[in-house]
């Protein structure tokens, strides 16, 4: 499916973003002055570049629940979720985030994941009577801080941001009225919060335990599930092999870590960098997965060539002994 371009763009000083993100606005002339006007309410994140899928049928719930690592059975209208889908051998394989309208399930994932996703599921099937549809071109989404105020199709999933959702037609998102915020504000409010983006914060050989997904995407009292064994065991033995940690960057330096930029102890490797951004209040942060036997305490050097090395300090969103989830919360 091809990449859309949201009309938002069209409004003055819109700025695209580039990579996953191209298709909306990075910025609409100050990310700074957009983080703030977000965290006091008072605009809106065009994330319509997402993919949009809807689950239809009166078996979506148990099927879901057999499938996925999350508790859908008896999910109520409403009520929004996080579930993963993993590999046998425990590794995460897809991420979304829906809430259910008592007759659809709907739900987002990354930008052009939503064709393996729904292939996938297709094959699912069997029996149960449920009907799965790519809804990308129909549907957008747009997320704004706060609780939800009456809106239909809306979520809040993981709320470390403090917001929710809205699936709403995309032929509705031209007429939006209000302050909007670019995708380089939201990031830095979702690095903050320490939550991770699937394929920006994580790689192949991911699990849930190493990324603070349990207890969000992971309900620990559900069995039976692809990829079950793996979780319990590194949740009950504790010590995964590696953990996500937020990371305060020098400021002195005048470029951000790109995705991929060594995370280094001394000359050793430890880890690398998922995700950066500027935050109104911290300055540079980012999310890297390192190695789970790393001092807490250690000071971080990221290093890439033909660029300055930047320090940088931990703070812990996975214990590193136990990998029980230790997120902050905004």
């Known amino acids: 499916m091809s990449r859309m371009r949201s ?8 700025v695209e973003a580039d990579g996953l993100d191209a298709g909306v606005a990075a910025h609409y002339g100050s990310d700074l002055r957009e983080q703030r006007a977000l965290v006091a309410g008072e605009a809106f994140v065009d994330l319509s570049h997402r993919d949009v899928v809807t689950i239809t049928g009166p078996d ?6 057999a499938l996925t690592t999350q508790y859908f059975e008896g999910l109520k209208p409403g009520t929004s979720t996080t579930a993963l889908l993993l590999s046998p051998t425990g590794h995460v394989e897809h991420v979304m985030y829906g809430v259910d309208d008592g007759e659809t399930f709907w739900l987002h994932t990354e930008p052009g994941a939503a064709a393996a996703l729904v292939e996938w599921l297709q094959k699912m099937v069997f029996m149960s009577r449920v009907e799965i549809a790519d809804v990308t071109d129909d549907y957008a989404i747009i997320w704004r801080p706060g609780a939800p105020e009456g809106e239909h199709l809306t979520r809040s999933g993981d709320d470390s941001l403090g917001g929710h959702e809205v699936f709403l037609p995309r032929a509705e998102l031209a007429g939006l009225e209000g302050a909007a915020a670019g995708i380089w504000a939201y990031e830095a409010l979702r690095i903050e919060a320490g939550a991770p983006r699937f394929g920006l914060d994580t790689d192949e050989r991911a699990i849930p335990n190493e990324l ?15 990829g079950q064994e793996t979780v319990a065991r590194v949740h009950n033995l504790g010590r995964p092999p590696r953990r996500i940690v937020r990371l305060l960057l020098d400021g002195s330096v005048d470029h951000l870590p790109a995705h991929g930029y060594a995370v280094c102890v001394g000359d050793k490797q430890v880890g690398v960098i998922g995700s950066a951004a500027r935050h109104h209040e911290l300055g540079p942060i980012a999310l890297a997965l390192i190695k789970r036997n790393v001092d807490p305490s250690a000071v971080l050097e990221i290093v890439a060539e033909d660029q300055p090395t ?8 996975v214990d590193p002994e136990a990998g029980l989830h230790v997120r902050a919360r905004l």
């Open 212 to 226: 603070g997904w349990l207890g969000v995407g992971v309900h620990l009292e559900k069995g039976c599930y692809r």
């Open 60 to 65: 979506r719930l148990t099927w879901l629940h």
């Open 7 to 14: 009309p938002l763009l069209d409004r003055p000083g819109a």
């Open 310 to 317: 930047v320090t940088a300090t931990q703070e812990l969103l």
